[in-house]
């Protein structure tokens, strides 16, 4: 039995972070010896919880370096970043996310199983639960077979699903995802996007999201965000309500809306801007 004084019952009352991500006025220069590069100029994004939004744009356009100055894994010229209400440094000690980037970043001497697991046994979880959640995320990523094989006995495509799958061990409320179907054949592709409409879904994660493919950012996003180089820029933001994620099936590519974003997505890239209201709502 304990007794409660006032004082420790308001130390339980911790006020919700409003954001996921909150990117303010950030720069990132690259000195170099030919000049220095203007990777970031002044980016400003906020992703709240749960929502789904997508970085695209020409190439060098900063969308990697802004994904690691989240992660940091960089840290910003100017400006500042806070994930959940911390500090990015700070959500990265938490573990508050997880990553998935473009070269899937395994570990060459664990197995399929053992990567996977890894994030799990760093947090002490249980040698039973581990078990049964890379089982769950072995089925989710169609590698159940390759369970015991190691990364160097898989093509590029089936590596990167384990990473996929190691981001998701641990149902974080935030995902960091930079170009990660980039190396899927376009069926797998696909069938990854439906089952991260379907985690996020049931997870409610916040994701944020790289990817050069348009369609990609339209099906999968709440937002995307288009950006243009030197000095990357946001250039436009455009909301795609397309349905939540029992509403987002296979079908979805097949409609009318779905084109209507794709078509809008790529009038931006190419900096025509469309007149009348950004957005795209069906339902
Ligand atoms: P994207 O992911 O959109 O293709 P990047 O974020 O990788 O673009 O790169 C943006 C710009 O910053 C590019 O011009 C790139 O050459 C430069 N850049 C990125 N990382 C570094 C680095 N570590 N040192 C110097 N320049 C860099
Ligand atoms: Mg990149």
Redesign the pocket.
């Known amino acids: 039995m304990s007794v409660q004084t006032p004082a420790t019952a308001e130390a339980h009352v911790v006020a919700e972070p409003t954001y996921a991500v909150q990117v303010s006025n950030v720069s990132?220069v690259?000195p170099?010896k030919r000049g220095a590069?203007t990777?970031?100029d002044d980016v400003g994004l906020t992703v709240s919880p749960g929502e789904f939004v997508s970085l695209i744009?020409?190439?060098?356009?900063?969308?990697?370096?802004?994904?690691?100055l989240i992660a940091d894994l960089?840290t910003p010229t100017v400006g500042s970043i806070e994930v959940f209400g911390t500090s990015a440094r700070q959500a990265r000690l938490n573990q508050s996310y997880g990553i998935a980037f473009q070269q899937a970043g395994l570990l060459p001497w664990r197995t399929v199983t053992g990567n996977i697991e890894l994030p799990l046994e760093l947090h002490g979880v249980s040698k039973a639960a581990r078990k049964t959640r890379a089982n769950e995320l072995l089925e989710l990523v169609g590698l159940t077979d390759f369970a015991n094989h190691y990364p160097d006995q898989l093509s590029g495509g089936m590596q990167q699903r384990v990473a996929i799958a190691r981001s998701l061990a641990e149902r974080p409320s935030l995902l960091l995802m930079?170009e990660p179907f980039g190396a899927l054949d376009e069926m797998t592709r696909e069938r990854m996007q439906n089952e991260l409409v379907r985690i996020c879904g049931e997870t409610g994660a916040a994701v944020v999201f790289?990817t050069h493919s348009i369609p990609e950012a339209v099906f999968l996003s709440d937002r995307v965000v288009v950006?243009s180089?030197?000095p990357?820029r946001i250039r436009d933001i455009l909301s795609v309500k397309l349905g939540d994620a029992s509403q987002r099936g296979e079908n979805l590519r097949e409609e009318e809306s779905f084109f209507h974003g794709v078509s809008q997505v790529r009038e931006l890239l190419h900096g025509e801007a469309p007149t009348g209201i950004r957005g795209v709502e069906t339902r």
């Open positions: 990132r690259f170099g590069v990777a970031l744009g020409p190439s060098g356009c900063g969308k990697s370096t802004l994904m690691r960089d930079d790289v950006m180089p030197r990357g």
